[in-house]
């Protein structure tokens, strides 16, 4: 993250360098041609009026108001679209930066349910079993990580020309990471499941851990233990702009973007059991504990060209500002699969087998591929000039990225049992879970809030 900030930093200085390094045309006097000596001509018998024209309202304003006193006195006229004219295409400054704070909400992560419950007395073949009478899902209920959270906002730029009709741009944000957590646990006096979809019988299931197709958190009498969820995602980008205007005049302007956009969405899902067998299991010695973890994750990186508009239009102190465009190029998906179980029985070594619930040497594994994907933005803000200097602003925002993977996307919950460990009996059968990566849009939305000074 700090060396694509840094890099884009970079960028913008060099281009300022190019363009303070323009050297300015030498003062160069008119020619003119020789005249001839003045000639004597009669005067008139009496002076004729001469016939003047009151200059506009335009004219006087444009000659006798400062261009930086320009916009906080109103707009004098707005009939014409001019390349620079008699002040630069405002708003004033050549340089400017931008801060603010932002509210954002993003789509969040489809996951399949992870934890059930079922009332106590249920057998334990379809005890939390999806589908069966009494089975609850404790979690999760809807989509993860798709709440408001906040952020920061961040713009610098500066124009090459007195006109301000060329210049470069950096923009920044940071959105805050989203984070949700669940815990359950019982000693064993509730039911507690995790549901998954049997492969080697063609039916859905749960599992207990004392036996290979079955496995239970907690059921009376036989297993006491715990499970937890934990769910994050993180998004940033950085957005570098050439501009150039198409149109100017003193109450607004319309320029051209042209840059690089990088986006980068990032996700975690992370599940781990904590279990005790109790005297009623039969095939596991009392006391063994069992450590069942699976984690999910997921990086894209976008890198695309940017190609959009800018366009603000002034009335008197307020001002209306809207930017839009889309990103073209490639998204880099990583996937990483992984899980663990550790048995530990009472007084003997722990031992450490590949694979949890719903990872197992099927699908495990760090998985990268690239994506042609697109992003469409668009940003609306409505404003105040405070002082000649200095503006505030409200602002909507709203972005779509395609082609994303999402960490709980990735989640086959069909299951061969006979990879479960310990894994006694041998594996056989098909080779499930597997790795299909899923993809789905990923959207930002969300409203804004600044202040801009230029000078």
Known sequence: MLTRLLGSVAVTVVAAS?????????????????TAPPSLTPMPLKDAPAKTTPPTAAAVAATTTPASNMLM?????????TPCGCIPCGPPGRFWVDAGWVFYSTSGQNVPPLVTTAPVGTPRQTA??????????LFPTSDLNNDWRSGFYFNFG?????????????????????????????????????????ATTGAPDTQLVSFPDTQLVSFPGILSGSVSVTSDTNVWGINPNYISNCCCGPCGRFDVLLGFYYLNVSDNLNITENLTSLPGQQNVAPGTQFVVNDHFSTTNNFYGVNIGFAFERRFSHYYLGVRSGIALGVNHQTIDINGSTTITPPG??????????LTQPSNIGRYERDEFAVLPWVGVRLGCQVTTHLRTYVGYDFAYLSNVVRAGEQIDT?????????????VSGPLLPAFTPNESGFTITGVRVGVEYRF
Do not use: H, M
């Open 73 to 81: 006195s109103g707009c004098p006229t707005c009939e014409s679209c």
């Open 414 to 426: 069909r299951v061969n049992t006979t990879q479960i460990a310990p894994r006694t009996a041998g």
């Open 18 to 34: 190019i363009c303070w390094a323009q050297p300015t045309p030498p003062a160069t006097l008119p020619k003119t041609k020789p």
């Open 158 to 198: 500066f124009w090459c020309d007195e006109c301000q009709t060329r210049g470069f741009e950096t923009n920044f944000f940071y959105l805050g990471d989203s984070n949700e957590n669940y815990s359950v646990g019982s000693p064993g006096t509730t039911i507690l499941t995790r549901p998954f979809f049997n």
């Open 128 to 137: 939390g079993v999806l589908g069966q009478p009494g089975t609850r899902v």
């Open 348 to 357: 003997g070594p722990a031992t450490v087998y590949a694979g949890g619930l």
